[in-house]
């Protein structure tokens, strides 16, 4: 699916696209987890429980993923395992180790919420990334403001759920605290890829995203006095091994598929294209709803609510439309 023979605007677009897309798939799956596989009595606990086991099986999962279609479907420098490469395993363990905070963070915040929601919050890393684009001179403020703009107020609307409180703390947990640590993972990543390939620093990623994630539940639920809860909690989410195994192939393919992407690529480009996955959500949550309702939690019934969700979704369209016109503009 990669090929260096187009880096060109066409295949930035049409390759982010396939990425959102299967990101799209793999958070609403995550969504369905959290909702009904992974849940206990505390939600921290909760998250902590999927964190691990989805870590480890993203681990387990992805280097098999990696052999077989690593190659093939993402990154034609992968040429296997690479276990001498500093650069990569510094850059690995630093975007691994603050993806375990930032995942966290967006598990526990999926409890707060449907895919719709959830997706459209996660959004906001835009921000942060476009901030530091600018700043190092990857990306000029012109190309890239207006657009930005217009994705994060469409994101904003797109995230409401009808509930202000909710929103706030859907908000803080996810647009706040870990878009903030995503964004620091996202520039630390596009360092490891160009050392080496997206698809050895998925692997090692996630070898120190699970590491990290397990050390961390286990230190903070043993103070908490969880660590019964949180043990049941992983043994429960056992029982559903094949499901998560699914996950993580969505996972190997939106996350593989973005870090290849962005060797050649500055990374607020790749994520605003990316961003189109907020108007995915929509049929996904709904779809999901109707044929088991209570799937995704309680979405909301409100007509209002989606008709300002969908103003969002719009404004997020033109936005990705006016990025893809400035960046003509500039190329040619």
Request: aromatic letters at 12%.
């Amino acid at each position: 699916m990669y090929t260096k023979a187009r880096p060109l605007w066409r295949g930035v677009f049409l390759l982010s696209l396939a990425a959102a897309l299967f990101t799209a798939v793999y958070k609403s799956m995550d969504n369905i987890t959290v909702h009904n596989i992974a849940t206990a009595e505390d939600g921290l606990t909760a998250a902590f429980a999927y964190l691990t086991v989805g870590g480890w099986t993203g681990v387990v999962s992805g280097l098999i993923f990696s052999l077989l279609f690593g190659k093939r479907l993402l990154d034609r420098d992968f040429n296997g395992l690479v276990v001498r490469n500093p650069e990569l395993h510094r850059q690995a363990f630093i975007s691994g180790a603050i993806s375990a905070g930032s995942t966290l963070f967006l598990l526990w915040g999926n409890q707060l919420g449907d895919p719709s929601m959830l997706i459209a919050l996660g959004n906001g890393v835009i921000v942060y990334i476009a901030l530091y684009d600018i700043f190092t001179k990857q990306a000029s403020g012109r190309q890239l403001v207006v657009p930005i703009l217009l994705v994060i107020v469409g994101g904003a609307l797109a995230a409401f759920s009808g509930s202000f409180y909710v929103t706030f703390l859907g908000i803080l947990m996810v647009g706040a605290i870990s878009n903030g640590l995503t964004a620091l993972s996202e520039v630390v990543e596009q360092k490891g890829a160009r050392a080496s390939d997206g698809v050895n620093l998925f692997v090692w990623r996630f070898f120190w995203l699970a590491t990290t994630g397990t050390a961390l539940a286990y230190v903070v639920t043993a103070l908490r006095g969880y660590t019964v809860m949180w043990v049941a909690t992983m043994q429960n989410l056992l029982l559903y091994l094949p499901w998560v195994v699914l996950t993580m192939f969505f996972v190997f393919l939106g996350i593989g598929l973005k870090l290849v992407i962005k060797k050649t690529n500055t990374i607020s480009v790749v994520l605003l294209i990316m961003s189109v996955q907020i108007i995915l959500g929509y049929p996904i949550t709904l779809l999901g709803d109707s044929i088991h309702p209570g799937l995704f939690g309680e979405i909301p019934a409100d007509i209002a609510v989606w008709v300002i969700r969908v103003i969002g979704a719009l404004l997020m369209i033109v936005g990705i439309i006016v990025l893809r016109n400035n960046h003509r503009k500039e190329s040619s």
